[in-house]
């Protein structure tokens, strides 16, 4: 069944109590926040003035919406937000355990309640995890208004979310949070007695709390998480006081900054980031992204493979020792593979961005490519084909091929092209 909550700000009756925090929930859960004035980061959606503001402030409908961002900006917490201020159940499923069994289900409560004069948010938690199917069977009930939608996601909607849902929802990108934010979320769970860490007695410093906020890169969950580990990680001393030390947070940290998901989008962005800074020439970047795609757990045999294109399409003939310089890093990283292969893969980085850059490959084949498509049925020249058979040669097959090595004039005279493309230029020399 999915898990429902029923929130009213604007019935007759008193707004029901929050449920006492569940103590045996982590951190990120218990203090999230409660209300908007609460709610941290993403000014350009709620701050004064903006869209989702005015529609709250406004008492209009909400429209179905697509949330994109990252783990930890505050998806969940903002659906749960905008349900209960404008006066809507919320029904929250996870497309990870759900189907269009639970949808079908949700989607039929949705409509006894509708009839009764109650509103519905339905929550769809990585709503990029539905098949076709499954997003169809969202359709109509989205579309007759039994339902409002709100489907969090963190990959792009363009790629994960069909057409027709895009069509019928608002798609609001939430940014990762800022370290300030951050910072703000950390203080106040040292600051809670009831829902965070304040019973624990502890003692963080603001360098700290710095730290911890950096490396989460905005999200604010692997903050909270790492803060709430080297907590509990640290020994009360004779007042019962725990102090952080800046050992136990990097230790509580581990590997959570570098967190991402290896098949999805920001993969890719981090693989381009590297890309476009060796195309720029610059060394200092290209080691930066590099460092974010192995720290961040990047299949090393992949990033080989990019620089190998890089050192085709971008250096080319500008400097032939590019490619032996890509190819052999690839060749050792498949040998010794990680951690030793960061090395080769560093060299080859540098090398590449250091490298004087030539795109007159590219250029010349894909302006080959071009005319051999347009002029696909153009025969091959008689003169260029292989005699193979007595038949061929009474045909002309070869008659006329001039042998390069044993003729100096045949470079220059014997045409190599078809009839209609003779003496297109596609290749270029750069000096």
């Given at each position: 069944?999915?898990?429902?909550?029923?929130?009213?700000?604007?019935?007759?009756?008193?707004?029901?109590?929050e449920?006492?925090?569940?103590?045996?929930?982590?951190?990120?859960?218990?203090?999230?926040?409660?209300?908007?004035?609460?709610?941290?980061?993403?000014?350009?959606?709620?701050?004064?003035?903006?869209?989702?503001?005015?529609?709250?402030?406004?008492?209009?409908?909400?429209?179905?919406?697509?949330?994109?961002?990252?783990?930890?900006?505050?998806?969940?917490?903002?659906?749960?937000?905008?349900?209960?201020r404008?006066?809507?159940?919320?029904?929250?499923?996870?497309?990870?355990?759900?189907?269009?069994?639970?949808?079908?289900?949700?989607?039929?409560?949705?409509?006894?309640?509708?009839?009764?004069?109650?509103?519905?948010t339905?929550f769809?938690?990585?709503?990029?995890r539905?098949?076709?199917?499954?997003?169809?069977?969202?359709?109509?009930?989205?579309?007759?208004?039994?339902?409002?939608?709100i489907?969090?996601?963190?990959?792009?909607?363009?790629?994960?979310?069909?057409?027709?849902?895009?069509?019928?929802?608002?798609?609001?990108?939430?940014?990762?949070?800022?370290?300030?934010?951050?910072?703000?979320?950390?203080?106040?769970?040292?600051?809670?007695?009831e829902?965070?860490?304040?019973?624990?007695?502890?003692?963080?410093?603001?360098?700290?709390?710095?730290?911890?906020?950096?490396?989460?890169?905005?999200?604010?969950?692997?903050?909270?998480?790492?803060?709430?580990?080297?907590?509990?990680?640290?020994?009360?001393?004779?007042?019962?006081?725990?102090?952080?030390?800046e050992?136990?947070?990097?230790e509580a940290?581990?590997?959570?900054?570098?967190?991402?998901?290896?098949?999805?989008e920001?993969?890719?962005?981090?693989?381009?980031?590297?890309i476009?800074?060796?195309?720029?020439?610059?060394?200092?970047?290209?080691?930066?992204?590099?460092?974010?795609?192995?720290e961040?757990?990047?299949?090393?045999?992949?990033?080989?493979?990019?620089?190998?294109?890089?050192?085709?399409?971008?250096?080319?003939?500008?400097?032939?020792?590019a490619?032996?310089?890509?190819?052999a890093?690839?060749?050792i990283?498949?040998?010794?593979?990680?951690?030793?292969?960061?090395?080769?893969?560093?060299?080859?980085?540098?090398y590449?961005?250091?490298?004087?850059?030539?795109?007159?490959?590219?250029?010349?084949?894909?302006?080959?490519?071009?005319?051999?498509?347009?002029?696909?049925?153009?025969?091959?020249?008689?003169?260029?084909?292989?005699?193979?058979?007595?038949?061929?040669?009474?045909?002309?097959?070869?008659?006329?091929?001039?042998?390069?090595?044993?003729?100096a004039?045949?470079?220059?005279?014997?045409?190599?092209?078809?009839?209609?493309?003779?003496?297109?230029?596609?290749?270029?020399?750069?000096?």
């Open positions: 069944m999915p898990r429902r909550v029923s929130e009213s700000l604007f019935g007759d009756e008193p707004e029901a109590e449920p006492p925090p569940d103590t045996s929930a982590p951190l990120a859960e218990r203090i999230r926040p409660r209300s908007l004035e609460e709610f941290v980061g993403q000014r350009h959606l709620v701050g004064e003035g903006r869209v989702l503001r005015r529609v709250i402030e406004g008492g209009g409908l909400l429209p179905s919406l697509i949330l994109w961002g990252g783990p930890g900006t505050g998806k969940t917490t903002l659906a749960r937000l905008l349900a209960r404008t006066g809507a159940r919320f029904v929250a499923l996870s497309a990870v355990f759900s189907g269009v069994k639970e949808v079908r289900a949700a989607i039929s409560e949705a409509r006894e309640e509708k009839r009764r004069g109650q509103r519905t339905l769809i938690d990585e709503i990029h539905f098949n076709k199917a499954q997003q169809d069977a969202l359709l109509p009930a989205v579309e007759d208004g039994t339902v409002t939608l489907g969090a996601t963190t990959e792009n909607p363009s790629f994960e979310v069909i057409g027709a849902l895009l069509s019928r929802s608002r798609v609001l990108t939430l940014e990762p949070l800022g370290e300030t934010d951050v910072v703000a979320l950390l203080g106040r769970a040292l600051g809670d007695v829902r965070g860490l304040a019973a624990l007695s502890p003692e963080v410093s603001g360098g700290l709390l710095s730290r911890i906020a950096k490396a989460a890169g905005g999200d604010a969950r692997v903050a909270l998480t790492a803060l709430e580990a080297a907590v509990e990680a640290t020994e009360p001393d004779e007042k019962g006081a725990r102090r952080v030390t050992e136990t947070v990097v940290l581990g590997r959570a900054r570098y967190a991402y998901d290896k098949g999805g920001e993969h890719y962005n981090l693989a381009s980031a590297l476009k800074s060796l195309r720029n020439s610059d060394a200092d970047a290209g080691l930066y992204w590099l460092a974010r795609l192995i961040g757990g990047a299949d090393p045999v992949f990033i080989a493979r990019r620089l190998c294109i890089l050192a085709s399409e971008d250096v080319g003939l500008a400097d032939p020792r490619m032996v310089q890509a190819a890093a690839a060749q990283t498949q040998l010794i593979g990680l951690p030793e292969a960061l090395y080769p893969l560093s060299q080859a980085t540098v590449l961005a250091r490298a004087p850059k030539s795109n007159a490959v590219k250029r010349a084949y894909m302006a080959a490519a071009e005319d051999a498509s347009e002029t696909a049925r153009e025969p091959v020249p008689l003169h260029l084909r292989n005699a193979v058979t007595p038949l061929m040669r009474r045909q002309g097959y070869g008659k006329g091929y001039r042998y390069a090595h044993d003729d004039a045949a470079s220059g005279e014997m045409a190599c092209l078809p009839e209609g493309l003779r003496g297109k230029k596609y290749w270029e020399d750069e000096e």
